[in-house]
């Protein structure tokens, strides 16, 4: 089981470690300490649901389609390269750093509508979770273990990010701790992309 748990977790950790609006959104309003449980909470929960879409349907059809499986593993290796490629790009450039916009606390239905927003209007969201999670999943022998890894890994992520923004925020204030992040991002995609290829 932990041969697949682990690498779900560790894969998912780091598809979401990256720097974007939904991450950006969660760390300001732990920062401001606003509705921070429930914006935590639909995160990992959206994350969650697309996972369990990607594992199931991925891993069915994966089985009853025998050119399906190296498709997907080849596209995902592609994908993994590109997306490695583009933190590489975002690490040498820098000048990314996170704002933290002060003013009013919004209510709680704004912002989880905003949330939700940001999450499932994102088309990387599905390429993360549905697509690749969901077609690497098909590579392991517990399908269900590797979800059930990237689920964990998604919960523990959001809430600690949510709730240990405020001892973040120095650090990611500056542009350089986000260039380090980044290239550490792109290494961990492009060994990725090694292992689905030479598989």
């Known amino acids: 089981m932990l041969t697949s748990f682990l690498p779900g977790f560790a894969l998912s950790l780091t598809l979401i470690l990256a720097i974007g609006a939904q991450n950006a959104f969660v760390m300001r309003q732990g920062l401001q300490r606003a509705h921070v449980f429930w914006v935590c909470l639909t995160c990992a929960l959206s994350d969650a649901a697309l996972i369990a879409a990607g594992v199931a349907g991925f891993?069915?059809?994966?089985?009853?389609?025998?050119?399906?499986?190296?498709?997907?593993?080849?596209?995902?290796?592609?994908?993994?390269?590109?997306?490695?490629?583009?933190?590489?790009?975002?690490?040498?450039?820098?000048?990314?750093?996170?704002?933290?916009?002060?003013?009013?606390?919004?209510?709680?239905?704004?912002?989880?509508?905003?949330?939700?927003?940001?999450?499932?209007l994102n088309p990387h969201v599905y390429l993360d979770t549905v697509v690749l999670l969901g077609s690497i999943s098909a590579q392991?022998?517990?399908?269900?273990?590797?979800?059930?890894?990237?689920?964990?890994?998604?919960?523990?992520?959001?809430?600690?990010?949510?709730?240990?923004a405020r001892l973040l925020s120095p650090l990611f204030a500056s542009p350089y701790s986000w260039q380090v992040l980044d290239a550490v991002i792109a290494v961990t995609m492009w060994a990725i992309a090694v292992k689905l290829l030479l598989m």
């Not at 025998?66 to 994908?79: D, S, T, V």
Request: net charge positive; glycine share 14%; hydrophobic share 55%.
């Open 59 to 120: 891993g069915a059809l994966a089985e009853q389609v025998p050119w399906f499986e190296p498709l997907m593993r080849y596209g995902g290796a592609a994908f993994l390269i590109w997306y490695g490629a583009r933190n590489a790009v975002s690490a040498w450039r820098g000048g990314a750093a996170l704002a933290v916009a002060g003013g009013a606390q919004a209510s709680l239905r704004n912002t989880l509508l905003t949330l939700l927003a940001l999450t499932w």
């Open 140 to 164: 392991y022998p517990d399908r269900l273990a590797f979800g059930s890894g990237a689920v964990v890994a998604s919960f523990c992520f959001f809430f600690s990010l949510g709730y240990g």
